[in-house]
């Protein structure tokens, strides 16, 4: 990626800022004490000193004309078009730093969120407790009554087939679905709930009342499997040039899914026969209230 020229044509500007102070001051001085000019000469020079000052001054305060001067360069118009419309980070997910980066900033998210929702394939990462990713943090929201809305793709559909189809041996359940963990914690806490679509599931989406994380899916097959790693942005909310900010674009998506998905006890007795594992009893909603 070109690296962008902003920053070159700011220092050139303060070179050229305090050329014209030297040169001034020294103008000034000869002006006076050797020449012997005029009055009117010196403030001449004055005059032209301080007009260059102020069009070297007003050209590195508007980001704008930096910008035209520098021409802008493939990262100035990355980072123009996305912090626009909310990107406040970008995580290569291939990278193991910003994986972690990533993870860390979603628990500072999780641990100030007044409200949470997820659309995810299996929601492993904020729900698993084997895998103490970020359940810990979400377990700690959820005590505090957080209400927390989460989509899952349902393992028994087409599009759950076909990655399955991508995957080693063409695994017919998702290993990746903690149901032991979503019934138990459902059975917790009546402030989660979590509900089964069969398609549109495209990405991971983990949203707040003011930041949303996207993490796209896709079918590119690595090793054998898919990884899934791919670029994950954090965005958040707030006004844009025109049209609709990420942040909003991603509510939207969500209450789409919401609206499409059925209920988890609903999911659990139209495909009851399907599965084979020992599941906890889900108590009715009515109990937990």
Known sequence: ?????????????????ALVFV????????????????????????????GMFAAVRWTLSEPQRMALLAHNTLADKLADAAVSYGVTDLYNMQRLADQNRRNNDTALTINNAHTM???????????????????????????????????????????RALRNSVNVAGERDDSKLPFGDIIRACNEFSNLEVRFVDAGMSCSVF?????????????????????????????????????????EMMGRHFDALWKASIPLEDWLNKNSHKKKIALPDLLSRKKLI
């Open 1 to 17: 990626m070109m690296r962008s020229k902003r920053l070159n044509v700011y220092k050139l500007g303060l070179v050229i800022e």
């Open 23 to 50: 040169v001034s001051a020294f103008g000034a001085t000869w002006l006076t004490s050797f020449v012997k000019a005029p009055w009117w000469a010196y403030v001449i020079v004055a005059a032209i000193a301080m």
């Open 117 to 159: 929702s997820l659309a995810a394939n299996s929601g492993a990462s904020y729900l698993s407790i084997g895998l103490q990713r970020h359940w810990p943090a979400v377990r700690q929201r959820l005590c505090e009554r957080v209400p927390f809305r989460v989509i899952l793709l349902d393992p028994f559909c087409k599009e």
């Open 207 to 247: 949203i707040t009342q003011d930041e949303a994380y996207f993490d796209p899916y896709h079918l590119a097959e690595d090793g054998g499997r898919i990884s899934n790693r791919f670029m994950c942005l954090k965005m958040r909310k707030g006004d844009v040039p025109q049209g609709i900010s990420n942040y």
